[in-house]
């Protein structure tokens, strides 16, 4: 299993999952148990009780309602879908319309005006700063990020 979250794997016991896509064994089901196994972590789930059944598993997504979600699931980082960017040197440069999720740092897309669609990687040199409240962060791109030939 590959987490998507920092929390400790017993916060996962008590869920109720969806197996996708479903197999014939099993196409949803209760995490009774968790425990870290020597490639990742190892979850028990309801219904599956032999290591054939548990094999036909391997490489599926579970997914589980948001609502069931531990609390620091949800408040773990808000949404940046809708805040407006800055950047230091070149003003506004539009606002965020998507996240990729990459295993190193999360990329938004954020589409304007002046530079159509660009990629932020955020990291700490790019992202100087990040304010919910009022709806805006403040970046300093790095060279390369905009073709300045453009505009």
């Known amino acids: 299993m590959k987490t998507l ?7 996962f016991v008590g869920l109720h999952v969806w197996i996708a896509p479903p197999t014939v064994i099993a196409r949803e089901g209760d995490v009774i ?4 196994g020597p490639k990742g972590p190892l979850l028990t789930l309801s219904g599956v009780s ?21 609390v620091e699931i949800l ?5 940046p879908v809708g805040l407006l960017v ?3 040197e070149r003003g506004p440069l539009g606002v965020v319309t998507d996240v990729i999720l990459t295993g190193a740092n999360d990329v938004w897309v954020i ?27 403040t970046v300093k791109l790095l060279p390369g990020l905009i073709d300045e030939g453009e505009n």
């Open 5 to 11: 979250t920092d929390l400790p794997l017993d916060a």
């Open 33 to 36: 148990g968790a425990r870290r």
């Open 50 to 70: 032999d290591l054939q059944s548990a094999s036909q598993l391997a490489g599926r997504t579970l997914m589980a309602r948001p609502e069931e979600l531990p």
């Open 75 to 79: 408040e773990e980082e808000p949404d």
């Open 86 to 88: 800055n950047d230091v």
């Open 111 to 137: 589409e304007g005006d002046t530079y159509g669609e660009v990629l932020i990687p955020i990291i700490e040199e790019v992202l100087l700063d990040l304010d919910f409240d009022a709806g805006e962060a």
